[in-house]
Structure formats: structure tokens, C-alpha cells
Nanobody
Framework: VQLQASGGGLVQAGGSLRLSCAAS????????MGWFRQAPGKEREFVAA????????DYEDSVKGRFTISRDNAKNTVYLQMSSLKPEDTAVYFC????????????????????WGQGTQVTVSS
């Protein structure tokens, strides 16, 4: 399974970006899919996750109300719509597919995901 993340770039504070994560095989509708980010010198952190069950999502507190995770089953793609971006959102963003379909508490833990995309840089200028 390969995950191809795209859509990053440079944006001013308050702006928006939409990240995409296309899966090479399998189906994003059958797995928990997540977005993580990693800023320089920091550990990779959870951003958002979407369940295989319709309408079930989870967000890290700092992005609630600003970011939206979604998926297009027909395109086998997961999205992260980011709005009202802040300089502290600057990081490399990674998409990932969790092993299995369990929507358990550990969905925020990077080690519970077994497939990762290559990352896409998001830079928010002040």
C-alpha cells in the first residue's frame, strides 16, 4: 500500500489549504485514516482521524473548528481541509492508514498506524 500526500505549500496566516492523501490500493473506506504533523525538533503529533464508519471523526484540540477530515471513497482519497491557519500549524503533514479498522483510544498514537505517506510541507507565514 502506498499513500501519496499532496497539497502543501506556503500560505499566510488566516489562509486555507487542502491536503490530499491518495491510496494506491485497498480502500480508505475500510480503515481508520489519520493525519499527523511534525514540526522541526518536535515529535510527530496527531491532527485528525476518520473512521470507516460514516460521520465519525476525531481532532486534536488545537485544530477543532479549523480543520476538517473527509474522504472520497470513489477516489480512494482522504482530505484534510485546513482553514484559519496559524504559524504554529507549520509542519510536515503525514497521512497514515491504521492497521485494522478498530476505532479505539490509541488512534492518536502514531505507532498504531502501519502505512505512511511521504509527507507534505505546510508553511504558514505571520
Amino acid at each position: 500500500v502506498q499513500l501519496q500526500a499532496s497539497g502543501g505549500g506556503l500560505v499566510q496566516a488566516g489562509g486555507s489549504l487542502r491536503l490530499s492523501c491518495a491510496a494506491s490500493e485497498g480502500t480508505v473506506s475500510s480503515y481508520v485514516m489519520g493525519w499527523f504533523r511534525q514540526a522541526p525538533g518536535k515529535e510527530r503529533e496527531f491532527v485528525a482521524a476518520i473512521s470507516w464508519s460514516p460521520g465519525i471523526t476525531d481532532y486534536e484540540d488545537s485544530v477543532k473548528g479549523r480543520f476538517t477530515i473527509s474522504r472520497d471513497n470513489a477516489k480512494n482519497t482522504v482530505y484534510l481541509q485546513m482553514s484559519s491557519l496559524k504559524p504554529e500549524d507549520t509542519a510536515v503533514y503525514f497521512c497514515a492508514r491504521r492497521s485494522g479498522s478498530s476505532w479505539s483510544g490509541s488512534r492518536r498514537v502514531p505507532s498504531s498506524y502501519n502505512y505512511w505517506g511521504q509527507g507534505t510541507q505546510v508553511t504558514v507565514s505571520s
